[in-house]
């Protein structure tokens, strides 16, 4: 069992800059591929970003693109997404996932664990 938990929320004015950490814990890192997701308010949940086992494979939903990274390090067990120049429309509960396997995934059934999500606001 895989318990994953985000940190680094908050209230950041647009153009602001947030870091997003996942930690988790209960398994091998390394043996899952990493997954952000977002909430906004009334909307559906979205995948945002996804980074295979090693980092060296990344997937961006286009309205991020150039903005956000994700990022990873095994060694720490811990998952990143570093997000700029920050919208008011980013504003969302985000949600780290974990995946079994080496491949990242993009639809949020092919994820296996779920952290409890972190509020990112984003003030005009």
């Known amino acids: 069992q895989v318990q994953l938990v985000e940190s680094g929320g908050g209230l950041v004015q647009a153009g602001g800059s947030l870091r997003l950490s996942c930690a988790a814990s209960?398994?091998?890192?390394?043996?899952?591929?990493m997954g952000w997701f977002r909430q906004g308010p009334g909307k559906e949940r979205e995948s945002v970003a996804a980074?295979?086992?090693?980092?060296?494979?990344?997937y961006y939903v286009g309205s991020v693109k150039g903005r956000f990274a994700i990022s990873r390090d095994n060694a720490k067990n811990t998952v990143y997404l570093q997000m700029n120049s920050l919208k008011p429309e980013d504003t969302a509960v985000y949600y780290c996932?974990?995946?079994?396997?080496?491949?990242?995934?993009?639809?949020?059934?092919?994820?296996?664990?779920w952290g409890q999500g972190t509020q990112v606001t984003v003030s005009s």
């Open positions: 996932a974990a995946r079994y396997g080496r491949s990242y995934g993009l639809p949020q059934y092919d994820y296996d664990y």
């Open positions: 209960g398994g091998t890192f390394s043996n899952y591929a």
């Open positions: 980074i295979n086992w090693s980092g060296g494979n990344t």
